[in-house]
């Protein structure tokens, strides 16, 4: 399973989603955390719509976010992935953790 | 003139509540008097110029308004993606070769359909708004109406701009959105004279300054009817003096005007307001290049 | 940092009136992020000054060259949103119109179309008279706000605040993607709710959307006392949503002078002062509540 969580600092759950500056990558198949940039954050509409697109060319089955916009939520939807609320400022690893321990 | 015969003046504001929608009112209620005119209602987002008259009766059809969107032809998708590339917006979702739409995001522009190299995108009509012509109390009104929730403003002004065409007025006095963003310069465009109308705020002085740089930067003539006059103390005629605009009228500030502004009605037996709109009506008439109210056709 | 938003549905509603004299309360410590662009009343309210501009790119503009135009007209006739007008032999797009869909240069056989860095607007900052900064922006004729934009000025004044500032955020109307920009991420949403048809139904919307998003709310009824059907209606509204009310504010036309004397709402006197005074104060105790949990 893969999970993304988006982040500002790299450390840390991020506010928002759709805008977050970076998404956490993290493969349960072979333990990895790779924090990809966010290039959506320069688009003028949709970067929630984006954001679902970037992920699911990733192979993501998992969203860790706080919460997610009606676009994005529409996007992660169509994708098949699934979201599950994380607090914003939960170190990352927690965050992941958590979700595979649920 | 914009067409054969048809004079259009566009009275906008900048800034939301200055009275736009009362004033476009009343100068369609004194240009009827001389000529064939029509009110064209274009805040497609709320109009609400026909709250101003007591006996308003539905001429005609509703006209629906639709933008084209894109539909998959699955058979033919071959999953390359070019679609969503090919979106500005963000309606259109390509991922492992599925291709999801979001309509309600789509601005109808067609550009994934030219993007598509398998030709797997055909185009449906889906409703965004409607357009509607009235008689309201022997006023000829016509009004666009963008359904509830949605953005799609520029198709719904430019079906009641189209509408209005066909009614073959020798005026329209079209109620404009208020600020300079998209709807307002679509409903703009085409005008042959702007009527600005300001308050003496500073909120309004700045939005006048934007919306008469929209009105220049289009080759179109505005002037300024300051509105509310005395109720503030900023000075909107200063403004226009440095700015070059001319005041074209001015309504003085009363307690019962704002009372019935307020609450929607005409101020039907000021007869200040009357003389103040003919003389309004007339010089923008005159900018236009049209005959002036009282000419014969 | 704590963000608060301010946000209504509906244009009108006393939504800017209200933020800036939440932000007033909080004292130049605060920083005031003004998302709702075309009406820039909140920036001249605090009475914006000293500003520094950046400038705001939203996406790529058209342009036709014109010594590479064969004048086929396949542009005018691609482009649904009447933004390509004849001009000199050629053709031309005209910017305030133009929705930057790209469709023309999709269908130009000649290769005439290019894109361009066009400047949407600018980013500005400004500091108020009372002393907190203003973040806001100003967009050219055409150009509408945007998430990106919003994204922008909450950004800018994330960075200004310090880590005990609070972050007042001026949310534009209705409940498109700019909205949910302000409304994202954001710790507390102050749902401004006229009494009136249209103002309940869109601050209905507005209500559905926050909580569709998992935001904290409270809501200040106001313009209420013109008419009890409405007033019910908004109460009833709310509490269906299950949203507190911080207070009702009388509809008062003196409140519209306020705003151009160079005062905000935290600052009058009389009746529908000491209730605005009062809905001010829940919003503040709300804010301090947040504060203790950091």
Known sequence: MRYAVP????????????????????????????VHRNDGINAEHGAGTGAASFLADKGVNVVLAPEVGPKASAGLAAAGIEVVVA???????????????? | MSDAGTTVIAVASGKGGTG?????????????????????????????????????????????????????????????????????FGAILSIGGVVTIDPKVCKGCGSCVNACPAAALEEIPMTVGQTSSFDADGLAMLEGRMAIGDIRSTAVIEAAKKRAAESRAALQVRDCPPGVSCPATHAIEGADY???????????????????????????????????????????????????????????FERERAASGAAAELWSDDAAISGEMD??????LAAAGARTVGGRR | MITV???????????????????????????????????????IALGAKGTRSEPYFAGPGFEIDPAACTSCGACRAACRFGAIERANGSFRVVPELCERCGACLSRCPAEAIRTYEKQAGELLVSDSRLGMRIVHAELEPGEDTSGKLVAQVRGRAAELAGEDAVIVVDAPPGIGCPVIASI???????VVVEASASGVRDAARLVELVGSMRRRAMAIVNKSGLNQAMDDAARAMLKEAGIPVAGEIPFDPALRSVE???????????????????????????????????
């Open chain 3, 5 to 43: 938003c301010v946000a209504s549905g509906k244009g009108g509603a006393g939504k800017t009136s209200l933020s800036a004299a939440i932000a007033e309360r909080l004292g130049p410590s605060c920083v005031f992020a003004d998302c709702d662009v075309d009406a820039a009343n909140g920036a």
């Open chain 1, 87 to 102: 607090a914003t400022g939960t170190k990352l690893r927690a965050a992941i953790d958590a979700a595979i321990a649920k």
């Open chain 3, 260 to 294: 151009e004397s160079n005062r905000t709402w935290a600052s009058l006197d009389g009746e529908a002062a000491t209730r605005i005074r009062s809905a001010l104060c829940a919003v503040d105790g709300a804010i301090g509540a947040f504060k203790e949990k950091r």
């Open chain 1, 7 to 34: 982040t500002d600092d790299g450390e840390t759950v991020a506010k928002v989603f759709g805008r977050a500056s970076s998404f956490a990558i993290f493969d349960q198949a072979d333990s990895s955390l790779v």
């Open chain 2, 279 to 284: 003389a309004i009506l007339a010089r923008a």
């Open chain 2, 20 to 88: 736009k929608t009362t004033v476009a009112a009343h100068l369609a209620i004194r240009g009827a008097r001389e000529m064939p005119t029509v009110l064209v209602d274009l805040d497609v987002e709320a109009p609400d110029a026909s709250g101003y008259f007591k006996g308003v009766r539905r001429s005609g059809d509703a006209s629906e308004v639709s933008v084209l969107v894109p539909r998959l032809v699955e058979a033919r998708c071959t999953g390359c993606g070019l679609c969503a590339k090919a979106c500005r």
């Open chain 3, 184 to 190: 994202t991420g954001c710790d507390l949403v102050v």
């Open chain 2, 194 to 252: 702007v009527v600005l109308v300001a308050e003496p705020t500073e909120f309004s002085i700045h939005d006048l300054g934007a919306a008469a740089r929209l009105a220049r930067g289009r080759g179109i003539r505005a002037g300024v009817v300051i509105n509310k006059d005395g109720f503030g103390d900023a000075d909107v005629a200063g403004f226009c003096e440095r700015e070059g605009i001319p005041v074209i009228g001015r309504i003085a």
